[in-house]
């Protein structure tokens, strides 16, 4: 399906559609740039249908597919009210965007879109695509969607939704399901976009750095990872937050924990630590939300079979949650679903995670007040994006996403001497 | 392999109660020649300090015999075949990396043939009418090692057969699924006199049945006319069906009563042949053992309780299948209406179907490289 100036076409009009896009896009370039408020009472009243329960239908499944509680969901979704809208655009444009003071000289200075963006979007969360265009429209930016293979319809449903709000949206929309092995097509979208906005796995970011032409700018939204810190004073009331934040995100997200560094070099208080925080988490998990009988079976496999192949392996395994002490101290995936890696990694030595560059995320720091600005410290200038409590998955208004602020990437400065 | 050969020409297949003592002497065999023949599984006995001897003595203790996953057969060849084996088989992964490649001497294929022709005539298989067999799965070629493929093959000779058709074709170096050509067939063959087998996964032959549905056509196929299914649902855990739906499908659309449905399992690691009875349920031959293991602890459960499948088996010298832990969940009943007195599996499925591509996955994969 197509989205292309509010209308839905077949795909078959791809061709006919794309080479009157550029044409299209400069008659709307050439209009007063797009007032972000506008795009954010589009969203509001969205907002409020949502509260209603009037999209539960498709948002229902959604969650069950993900894994995502709906006290989880409607924390985000208010990200989307007028009020968190308004939050972000100040946050991240500033309280002045729409006035910016003039420089000594007397030039003025005003924002404005990139102009034309282009998202290549994932597949792993169905809104995402949406999102993403949401956001290049607060920039004020006319934006194309490349939807992701197997998309389940919900972004043209969802963007349709806010053109019905404000019919004007409807000049800066344009969604296209052009599969990612069409080349030529997807270099033709790319030529005429000022930013490539890349969401996806290393080989989606590659692949836009080979055929965004070297006058876009890509702004890339890669896969990430998150851990846990933690002293082995840690309290017990923060460990039992963490577990908590474990069981409920399931380590899904980017932000989820999926492993616990431990400030020692010594291995039996590494082990000892983890036979603490393993009997937190059984006994956490077994006040909440039951464990996924599947996911942990496929988890015990996957650790027995480590096991053979590594008898020395120290591994800890009851009632659907599993934690294993591992001897290196690199940052990895864990198996998610309630298993949880400890390492040890003395202070002196989280400098070593520098290498992981942009992978890295949030990390949850679990440890007394007198060394908490010491070891924050020196987690962001390994790289780390957020510093946390012990839930790392925690939405605050206008937080950044991955330590950037997307509205200042798609948008740039333009200056007018006096 | 004495007690194990014994064991696979008895004909009360059933019979647990009988065989008990046969059974775990097979076992015990097998453990031991295992143990002597194959390094590797020496060394995962000897990682356990599982000593066959000293911890093995009664039919009881099998259940402490360390098992193997089917993922660490994926990802390590044991086998005691120290030249060319006599056949090769793997399991039908979808890459070279999740399928396991499995050593078969002739012991193993003796013992396998006594076994089918054991249960094919306690549950009434065999006949000597020519058929017209309509395979929903592979045609076999050398490319295909699957055993799928062979399983399909071989249960195309449990009646003479005078023609076979296959939904998926080997054409320029890729399989195409042709239902079209199969439902031709089928209204063709519902016209004569000779009886149809069809033999192949669940989820094709429901999408068959369902697309002749929505199309209207519906026939009513000659007298002794079965459906064999088996393989599993694959990757169509999100379209299965219930029995009962399948069955009544069956019915309306190709005239076949439910009696005249039978489903095999059985996989690649675990090469024992599993029949439904008239009342659907795959009950446990004399050949082999289930036990159900709670997901965590890998204890073994009571009956009733749903965990990991772990089958156990004597049937194979050339690989240590003795005792395999399967990636599925299911559970063991009892008492079931058909009379037989064993134990029944049902399987619930696949482990880990959420497998879903995180973000925080899909940057560990690019850590790894």
């Known amino acids: 399906m197509i989205l292309f100036q509010g209308q839905v076409y077949k795909d078959s009009k791809q061709d006919e559609l794309i080479s009157k896009l550029y044409e299209t896009a400069l008659l709307t370039l050439k209009n007063k740039p797009l007032d972000p408020l506008t795009v954010i009472n589009a969203c509001d009243k969205l907002y409020k249908k949502v509260m209603n329960h009037d999209f539960d239908d498709i948002i229902l499944p959604l969650l069950e597919t993900f894994d995502i509680s709906y006290p989880y969901f409607l924390d985000s979704a208010k990200n989307f009210s007028k009020e968190g809208l308004l939050t972000k655009l100040k946050i991240e444009l500033g309280e002045d965007y729409a006035s910016l003071s003039k420089l000594k000289s007397g030039t003025k200075r005003q924002y404005y879109p990139l102009g034309i963006l282009f998202h290549v979007a994932a597949g792993n969360v169905d809104a995402l695509p949406a999102y993403s265009v949401i956001e290049g429209l607060l920039a004020g930016n006319i934006n194309i969607l490349k939807l992701p293979s197997g998309d389940s319809g919900i972004s043209i449903k969802l963007l349709s939704e806010l053109i019905k709000e404000e019919p004007i949206l409807k000049d800066y929309i344009y969604v296209f399901d052009v599969p990612s092995t069409e080349i030529e097509t997807i270099k033709r979208l790319a030529n005429i976009s000022n930013g490539i906005v890349v969401w996806g796995g290393d080989f989606a970011l590659k692949s836009a750095r080979e055929f965004a032409p070297i006058n876009s700018k890509i702004i890339c939204w890669g896969h990430k990872l998150s851990f846990a810190y933690a002293s082995l004073d840690a309290s017990e009331k923060e460990l039992e937050e963490l577990a908590s934040h474990i069981c409920q995100t399931n380590q899904v997200l980017c932000s989820s924990v999926q492993g616990i560094f431990v400030d020692t070099e010594k291995e039996d208080e590494a082990k000892k630590f983890a036979d603490r925080f393993f009997n937190i988490l059984v006994k956490v998990s077994k006040s909440g939300a039951k464990y996924d009988l599947g996911m942990a079976g496929k988890n015990t496999i996957n650790l027995y079979v480590d096991k053979m192949e590594d008898p020395s392996l120290y591994l800890l395994n009851s009632d659907g949650v599993s934690v294993v002490y591992k001897k290196d101290s690199k940052l990895e995936l864990s198996y998610m679903f309630r298993n949880v890696w400890i390492k040890r990694l003395p202070r002196d030595k989280i400098l070593t995670l520098h290498k992981n560059k942009s992978y890295l995320q949030s990390v949850a720091l679990l440890c007394t007040d007198k060394d908490r600005e010491i070891l924050s410290t020196l987690l962001a200038q390994a790289g780390v994006t957020r510093v946390s409590g012990p839930n790392s998955s925690r939405l605050f208004l206008g937080e950044s996403h991955d330590g950037l602020y997307p509205l200042r990437e798609y948008s740039r400065v333009v200056e007018f001497d006096k | ?369």
């Open chain 2, 1 to 369: 392999m004495l007690y194990t050969n014994k064991l696979f020409r008895k004909r009360d297949i059933y019979n647990h109660l009988k065989y008990e003592a046969l059974f775990f002497k097979a076992i015990k065999e097998n453990c031991l020649y295992l143990y002597k023949h194959c390094a590797e599984y020496k060394k995962i006995l000897d990682d356990k300090y599982f000593n066959i001897n000293r911890d093995l003595k009664s039919v009881d203790d099998i259940s402490k015999i360390p098992f193997i996953p089917t993922l660490y057969l994926k990802r390590h060849k044991l086998t005691t075949i120290k030249h060319k084996s006599l056949i090769t088989v793997t399991s039908s992964g979808t890459s070279s990396r999740n399928k396991s490649e499995i050593d078969f001497n002739l012991g193993f294929l003796l013992r396998a043939w006594n076994m089918t022709r054991r249960v094919a005539k306690y549950h009434k298989l065999w006949s000597i009418k020519p058929t017209r067999y309509l395979i929903l799965g592979y045609k076999p070629n050398k490319k295909n090692p699957a055993a799928v493929t062979k399983t399909a093959f071989a249960a195309t000779f449990f009646a003479p057969g005078i023609s076979r058709t296959y939904a998926i074709d080997y054409v320029n170096g890729e399989y195409k699924v042709d239902l079209d050509k199969l439902k031709n067939k089928l209204v063709k063959f519902a016209k004569g006199r000779l009886p149809v087998r069809t033999m192949g996964f669940p989820a094709y032959t429901y999408f068959l049945l369902k697309q002749m549905k929505d199309e209207g056509i519906k026939v009513k196929l000659p007298k002794g006319s079965k459906i064999m299914l088996g393989g599993g649902w694959k990757q169509f855990y999100a379209e299965k069906v219930d029995k009962e739906e399948f069955y009544k499908l069956a019915e309306e659309v190709l005239g076949v009563n439910d009696k005249n449905i039978v489903e095999f399992f059985g996989a690649v690691e675990h090469p024992i042949l599993y029949t439904d009875c008239r009342e659907h349920h795959f009950h446990v031959p004399i050949y082999s053992k289930i036990i159900i293991r709670d997901v965590s602890t890998l204890e073994p459960l009571e009956e009733g309780k749903i965990g990991l499948i772990n089958l156990i088996t004597p049937i194979a010298s050339s690989s240590p299948l003795v005792s395999i832990m399967t990636d599925d969940l299911g559970v063991l009943h009892s008492s079931c209406k058909c009379g037989e007195k064993g134990q029944y599996l049902e399987i619930i499925g696949r482990v880990g179907i959420k497998d879903i591509v995180t973000c925080a996955q899909g940057a560990e994969e690019m850590l790894k490289q």
